[in-house]
């Protein structure tokens, strides 16, 4: 039995490999993103040296009216961060998604509360080109303070290209 241990410590080691290895992307995606037929929401994705990448959702929240505006289907923005990426394929990336509040920038502290609502997966075809999934689903119980309290549960699929300047 002795012998055979240190051959199955080198099995179970080389069959956990994959799992802990990620893919290396085949390009650098950071840029804003976007569909031209849906103006009104984005991304912004940056991609590190090191091949993490956090994205920023700019959009509107339908939780809150604009009512400084005169049209009454108009909303006050809401920012969402996709983070803890992996790259499952090299042009395949996946991660959580985040809602969270804050104070402004002028103002000085850090009473932050983040919350974490779902899931998003991006697929990029090619340079330009790729499909952004998602499925956000906020957990029930959350407190009226909570950044994602009252967030309606939302999935999809959307083709994006990066945003021409």
Known sequence: ?????????????????????????NANYSDMWWNANESGWGLS?????????????????????????ADGSDFKPLWIFLSDST?????????????????????????????????????FSDFSNATFQYNIAPQ??????APAFGLPAFNGVKAITRQPY
């Open 1 to 25: 039995m002795m012998t055979f241990r240190p051959f199955l410590a080198a099995a179970l080691f080389a069959l956990a490999l994959p799992a802990a290895a990620q893919a290396v992307p």
């Open 45 to 69: 994705i940056m991609q590190h040296a090191n091949n993490k990448v956090f994205v920023v959702m700019y959009t509107y929240d339908p939780r809150l009216p604009d009512t400084t505006t």
């Open 87 to 123: 790259w499952v394929t090299p042009t395949q990336f996946t991660g959580r998604v985040y809602v969270a509040d804050g104070i402004p920038f002028f103002q000085t502290g850090s009473n932050t509360t983040i919350n974490d609502v779902g899931t998003f997966t991006f697929t």
């Open 140 to 145: 029930g119980g959350l407190a009226a303070n």
